[in-house]
């Protein structure tokens, strides 16, 4: 629905929301395209979970990706065949797993925020500081306002408020590490 004393193409702010997002997901692709071992997008996501809850459990893991436990114990297999996880009994109950990182997983979700970094920086170059400057403010606003939509109050596992730089400036070429489900 439109906006009284909007114009243009943001006449529709969630009609604008949605076409940006489109542009994102394709520059979040790229971080994908070359890095090895290529995942799957459900495997991205459950690396990024534990990496933003190391040690968490198969049970914590299913929740976040809202996936059932058999589901969520192949993705862990098949993230750890790939030497991306490692799976160990809790040290306080050896019947309960804690997932972790293995440094090869870590490696993947480094070069893939670097790869989609270098992506959004060269766009966010191309735009004048002042737009660079008032796409944070809404971002953030964005992103508050959208944080009451989650059970905890807070967004999902692997998240960062800091999605781009305050004022890269034209041909600015430095970024926060992560943006939200990064990797």
Same mark, same amino acid.
Do not use: K, W
């Given at each position: 629905?439109?906006?009284?004393?909007? !114009?243009?193409?943001?006449?529709?702010?969630?009609?604008?929301?949605?076409?940006? =997002?489109?542009?994102?997901?394709? +520059?979040?692709?790229?971080? &994908?395209?070359?890095?090895? %071992? *290529?995942?799957?997008?459900? &495997?991205?996501? @459950?690396?990024?979970?534990?990496?933003?809850?190391?040690?968490?459990?198969?049970?914590?893991?299913?929740?976040?990706?809202? /996936?059932?436990?058999?589901?969520?114990?192949?993705?862990?297999?098949?993230?750890?065949?790939?030497?991306?996880?490692?799976?160990?009994?809790?040290?306080? /109950?050896?019947?309960?797993?804690?997932?972790?990182?293995? %440094?090869?997983?870590? *490696?993947?979700?480094?070069?893939?925020?670097?790869?989609?970094?270098?992506?959004? /920086?060269? #766009?966010?170059?191309?735009? =004048?500081? *002042?737009?660079?400057?008032?796409?944070?403010?809404?971002?953030?606003?964005?992103?508050? @306002? =959208?944080?009451? !939509?989650?059970? *905890?109050?807070?967004?999902? +596992?692997?998240?960062?408020?800091?999605? =781009?730089?305050? /004022? %890269?400036? %034209?041909?600015?070429?430095? @970024?926060?590490?992560? #943006?939200?489900?990064?990797?």
């Amino acid at each position: 629905m439109a906006r009284p004393g909007r !114009s243009g193409a943001h006449e529709d702010p969630a009609a604008a929301l949605a076409a940006a =997002a489109e542009v994102l997901a394709v +520059l979040h692709a790229r971080g &994908q395209d070359g890095v090895q %071992p *290529a995942v799957s997008p459900s &495997q991205l996501r @459950a690396l990024v979970a534990v990496e933003g809850a190391e040690g968490i459990n198969l049970r914590a893991l299913g929740e976040v990706l809202g /996936s059932r436990p058999p589901s969520v114990t192949r993705l862990c297999d098949r993230l750890e065949a790939m030497g991306l996880l490692i799976r160990s009994p809790r040290p306080s /109950s050896r019947r309960e797993v804690e997932l972790r990182l293995t %440094p090869r997983g870590r *490696a993947l979700l480094d070069e893939r925020r670097a790869i989609r970094m270098r992506e959004l /920086s060269a #766009v966010l170059g191309r735009m =004048a500081p *002042a737009d660079v400057e008032a796409l944070v403010t809404g971002l953030t606003a964005f992103r508050e @306002a =959208a944080a009451g !939509s989650y059970p *905890a109050g807070g967004p999902p +596992l692997g998240t960062n408020a800091s999605a =781009a730089p305050a /004022s %890269p400036g %034209p041909g600015a070429s430095s @970024a926060p590490a992560r #943006v939200s489900d990064s990797a």
